[in-house]
């Protein structure tokens, strides 16, 4: 047998445990935080988090409740971009909510800003035309104006 034979089993098999408690770790999370539900479109998965009530809520008395759920203003409409925000987005929350690490009320990040933009560009493109041209060709931020639309909180 050479030298550093035991050595490396030892580390192999050290390797292969660490592999193995974080697989475990990783699918008793996914489990307990109902990861398949994320797959979906159904709002209700938003109250998996219990810091989103009060948006969910608000959303269920809004008008955008009728015509659009939270993927439809929260993640890009092509098949690859919806899943890969869902898939950042799903780690930055999993970690907030695992460290305590997020702000209440909950607050939408810079990256997630811009998805919702470009839907609210997207879904009112008759009038976001317009606003474009009348703000000769500059970037049109319907979050200035409209800040809580599709679940402001009452007050």
């Known amino acids: 047998m ?41 709002p209700a998965t938003c109250m998996n ?31 690859i971009g919806k899943y890969a925000v869902k898939g950042i987005n799903g780690w930055h929350h999993g970690s907030a909510f695992t460290t305590g690490g997020f702000h209440e009320p909950i607050r939408i990040r810079p990256f997630n800003r811009e998805v919702v933009i470009e839907n609210c560009v997207r879904c009112h493109a008759d009038l976001s035309s317009r606003m474009r041209a009348f703000a000769r060709g500059d970037r049109i931020d319907c979050t200035q104006c409209h800040r809580g639309t599709g679940h402001e909180p009452r007050r």
Not at 32 to 38: D, E, I, K, R, V
Not at 55 to 60: I, R
């Open 49 to 79: 988090c219990h810091v989103m009530r009060d948006q969910f809520d608000a959303w269920n008395r809004s008008s955008h409740a009728r015509s659009a759920v939270c993927n439809d203003c929260h993640t890009p409409k092509d098949f």
């Open 2 to 42: 050479r030298r550093g034979a035991p050595q490396k089993i030892l580390a192999v098999r050290l390797s292969a445990a660490m592999l193995g408690v974080f697989a475990g770790v990783s699918l008793s999370t996914f489990w307990y935080a109902q990861g398949t539900s994320y797959l979906f479109d159904d």
